[in-house]
């Protein structure tokens, strides 16, 4: 059984990163929100650490959910996305993945494509 993160049940967009372990987390989080920025990193990665303030923010800011996936614990579901080097971003919109960007990109960038698939 799943528990919910909220008390009445709804699934209310986190406002920080949820940190995902394995394909089931990944999946539930996709099914559970309209749109996914999904962060592959690794903790021995400098642009990694780079981009983690920024991927904080826009979980906090935007409507989508953030999801967080370290390669390292999770090469199965990284070789699945086809990650070959991090930080990669794979974003989701209704259910599908719709793009997929490699290195860190800026706030504003992600901003609005994010905003591209949240109307």
């Known amino acids: 059984m ?15 990163p949820v940190y995902v372990d394995g394909e089931a987390d990944l999946d539930e989080i996709v099914a559970e929100n309209d749109v996914v920025l999904t962060d592959f990193y690794a903790d021995w990665c400098g642009p990694c650490q780079m981009l983690e303030p920024v991927v904080e923010s826009l979980a906090e800011e ?10 390292d614990a999770n090469q199965m579901l990284a070789s699945s996305y086809g990650v070959r080097g991090v930080p990669t ?18 706030e504003d960038q992600l901003r609005s494509l994010i905003e591209r698939y949240a109307e």
């Open 62 to 71: 935007t409507p989508a959910a953030v999801a967080k996936v370290d390669v």
């Open 89 to 106: 971003l794979v974003l989701f919109a209704d259910g599908e993945q719709v793009e997929e960007i490699v290195g860190v990109q800026g």
């Open 2 to 16: 799943s528990v919910d993160s909220t008390a009445d049940g709804s699934t209310d967009t986190p406002t920080e």
